[in-house]
């Protein structure tokens, strides 16, 4: 299908020209602040919020939920661009499909599910501050003309419906004050979530089998699923010391998982191994904290 085929295909608005008539050095800002919603840089955020746990504002177990809601963002994303198959702009740098923007998508998933779980500054002012940061990552995916405004607001609405609804059937939404978290994760919310993440990714691979991200994604989240009902309540536990055999011991933990996940998916073309590097990689994430609690005590 061209870019010119179908009123769908044609969806901007005006925008195409614009993001073209902006100088270099402006869209090279907004090149910057677009990987503000980059899923790699999301997971390593996760990842590393995970192994330190209530020391950077958000429970472990809050941790643990948003990789979850990251994973279902992967096949959720990937799922739904090759069902509704239209291109991105003209001007793309970018080959592949544009509706609806995984960034816009993932970002307010991963930027709103954190500023719901977290537990430090008021909860108006986290997701003020959530809001911006999604805002300018969709606002950044048209001004370096690799998206169409539709698929920016698309993937915005995508990612708060299924926020609401993973809060809405899950832990629920309990402001016990202007402060704390929104919501608070149970042992099986995060489980079931891992599960669902699973679910949707096989649901994209039936109309996009040859997606090393589905594959990386379900066998991350196969992976959570094993790992969390092993060790979930005692890494839920564990308070992890600032020191520096900490980050040196769980921040070379992490860039070995993350090194091995991305890798692998970038790198080899068979989908189940990559789905077991993705497995691999979510079990050590989330035996960090109890492989560096175990190393402090000793």
Not at 128 to 133: D, E, F, L, P
Not at 219 to 239: I, N, P, S
Not at 261 to 273: D, H, Q, R
Request: glycine share 14%; aromatic share 8%.
């Amino acid at each position: 299908m061209t870019p010119t085929a179908t009123p769908l295909a044609t969806r901007g608005i005006g925008e195409v020209a614009f993001a073209e008539s902006l100088p270099d050095a402006i869209v090279a800002v907004f090149w910057a602040l677009t990987h503000l919603g980059n899923p790699y840089l999301l997971l390593a955020c996760v990842a590393l919020a995970y192994l330190l746990g209530d020391r950077v504002g958000i429970p472990r177990r809050g941790a643990a939920f948003a990789l979850a809601l990251g994973l279902c963002a992967i096949g959720l994303t990937i799922g739904l661009k090759h069902f509704f198959g239209l291109p991105r702009p003209p001007i793309s740098y970018r080959d592949g499909l544009g509706f609806p923007s995984g960034h816009a998508l993932g970002s307010t998933m991963f930027w709103g599910g954190v500023a719901v779980l977290a537990t430090w500054g008021r909860w108006r002012r986290r997701l003020t501050v959530a809001g911006v940061v999604v805002g300018t990552v969709a606002l950044s995916r048209v001004l370096i003309g690799v998206h169409y405004l539709a698929d920016v607001v698309a993937g915005v609405a995508i990612g708060v419906a299924f926020l609401a609804a993973a809060f809405a059937l899950g832990p629920g939404f309990s402001p016990k004050s202007p402060s704390g978290a929104l919501a608070t994760p149970e042992h099986r919310h995060v489980t079931a979530l891992f599960v669902l993440a699973v679910a949707l990714g096989l649901a994209g691979l039936l109309v996009a089998p040859g997606e090393s991200e589905l594959f990386l994604g379900i066998g991350t989240a196969a992976g959570g699923v094993l790992a969390w009902q092993r060790f979930g309540r005692r890494a839920a536990t564990v308070t992890v010391e600032l020191s520096t055999r900490t980050f040196a011991l769980g921040g070379g933990g992490l860039l070995v998982a993350l090194g091995v996940m991305s890798g692998t998916a970038k790198l080899v073309e068979n989908g189940p191994l990559i789905a077991v590097a993705g497995a691999v990689g979510a079990v050590g994430l989330l035996a960090l904290p109890l492989v560096v609690d175990a190393r402090d005590v000793a």
